[in-house]
């Protein structure tokens, strides 16, 4: 038990850095595509994100689909580091969404941009959630393919 008070202060203290790096995923494609590395696209992170690896393996994936009740009744840390990278990711997202449109003289404006954006997340973190509370497989699969196919579609 030494060794862990060495580097936390509390269990607590933990459990928030866990949750925020986990939850910092997305930001680190960003700076790896900045890096010469894999553009990041809207799609894809969507494709990614509804995967059916993601559902099978949550305990890597996202924590906020896999302990969002859980979050809800943390310590104010842990919350104030989630509402932070939950903020990020919706604004990562209109951000793709918005640029996804700029070729298009009447594409999405950036407050409707961050409306689907807040739209697009709270559905990829339901849907995973609900594809893995499903014990029929292909109702799984069918509802992991039918949100990304939406999300996709109406962000165009």
């Known amino acids: 038990m030494g060794g862990f008070y060495k580097h936390f202060k509390s269990r607590d203290e ?4 866990a949750i925020g790096s986990a939850l910092g995923f997305w930001k680190g494609q960003v700076h790896a595509a900045a890096s010469g590395g894999p553009t990041v696209a809207y799609g894809s992170l969507i494709d990614d994100y509804l995967s059916q690896a993601h559902r099978n393996h949550p305990g890597t994936g996202c924590p906020v689909s896999a302990l969002a009740g859980d979050i809800a009744r943390s310590d104010k840390r842990t919350r104030a580091v989630v509402t932070r990278q939950i903020r990020d990711n919706i604004a990562l997202l209109a951000t793709l969404i918005h640029d996804t449109d ?35 497989e292909q109702l799984s699969r069918e509802i992991l393919r039918t949100v990304a196919l939406l999300l996709k579609s109406s962000a165009s």
Request: charged share 20%; glycine share 10%; net charge neutral.
């Open 14 to 17: 933990l459990v928030a850095e």
């Open 102 to 136: 700029q070729n298009d003289p009447g594409g999405k404006d950036k407050s409707t941009a961050r409306a689907q954006a807040v739209l697009s997340y709270c559905a990829l973190v339901g849907a995973i959630g609900v594809a893995r509370a499903v014990s029929d």
